[in-house]
């Protein structure tokens, strides 16, 4: 099946407000522990980057779980950043570790011009050119830092996509339902992302699927 890209930004409000609001704690919990088996605790005061954050329940969870680092999420939609610093307020013995900034991969001012790792979650399948992405990495991730990115893959066909979407969001809202699904037919497959990697000077960090929807992409700058 032909890719078939959707927009980058979610930043219609009823949409980020849905996925604010969706239940990703099974996909969510699963990067995290993906983050704690790969990259695990880093020295104090070490600085990590999430691109494309959206509202920031990864970053939450990270953050809580490692004392030691702070953590920059990046997203171009204020809609999802709005409900990513409305979540950090309910908890405020992580502030001054977890700050939220509203710019666009790849050309965003961050803080810090490197960071000890990067990581980022179903970012990679809303680009149009998905090249930007591992070039924010190369440049932002300092020589030997841990990257670990997770995305969804195209399914082989449009009825695999619905039956993934209906196994996975059968409860969920219809907005949510049709993004899920647009996102599928939006998403690279393992060796198209090989391909960009290789192209972008990043041929060894590996690419493996993770689950019967996602592929996780590690390994050192
Ligand atoms: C599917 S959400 C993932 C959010 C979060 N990482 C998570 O796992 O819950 C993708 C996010 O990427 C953001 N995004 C898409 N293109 C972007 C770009 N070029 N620069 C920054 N953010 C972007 C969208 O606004 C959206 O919030």
Redesign the pocket.
Known sequence: MQRIPEP????DEAQ?QA?AEAD?AEP?SH?AALYDEFIGPLAEGAAVL??????G??MLRIAAAHPEIEIHG????GA?LAFGRAALATQPELAGRVSFIQ???PD?LLPRARYDAVI????LH??HHPE?LWRTVRARARPGAPVLVMDLMRPADEATAQALVDQYAADEPEVLRRDFYN?LLAAFEPDEVRQQLALAGLGRLEVMAVSDRHMLVRGRV
């Not at 999430?50 to 509202?55: A, K, R, T, V």
């Open positions: 980058e930004l979610m930043d980020a996925y990703f969510n990067f999430d691109l494309g954050c959206g509202p329940d990864i990046l997203d171009g939609s999802m710019g666009l991969v965003a980022s979650n179903s970012l809303h680009l930007t996102s």
